[in-house]
């Protein structure tokens, strides 16, 4: 599974890198593959693995602050792997073709 995730700190105010940095931080040291862009952070591996990250991140955040925001969407697809290259690699096939 793909989860794409974004967790806030609320009441901190605008400045909230340090606690997003945290939260990433938890995610590369699971070792899962995954990325990082300006909204959202995307984690892949079996739904049990998964999830415990994004709980662990959750938790790295709450220790900046005591309201947290969580956004999550889930991608289950029984059978792919590397679901977060080879998605990617789709798109940009098919947009080579239409050039």
Same mark, same amino acid.
């Given at each position: 599974m793909i989860v794409a995730f974004s967790v806030t700190p609320i009441g901190v105010g605008?400045?909230? =890198?340090? $606690? %997003? $940095?945290?939260?990433? *931080?938890?995610v590369r040291d699971s070792g899962l593959p995954y990325r990082t862009d300006a909204m959202f952070t995307s984690v892949e591996g079996d739904w049990d693995e998964v999830m415990d990250v994004v709980k662990r991140a959750v938790e790295a955040v709450q220790a900046h602050a005591a309201r947290v925001s969580v956004v999550m969407k889930a991608d289950l697809n029984e059978g792919v792997t590397d679901g977060l290259s080879s998605k990617v690699a789709t %798109?940009? *096939? !098919? !947009? $080579?073709? =239409?050039?």
């Open positions: 605008q400045h909230v =890198g340090s $606690a %997003v $940095a945290d939260a990433v *931080r938890v %798109v940009e *096939r !098919l !947009l $080579a073709e =239409g050039d």
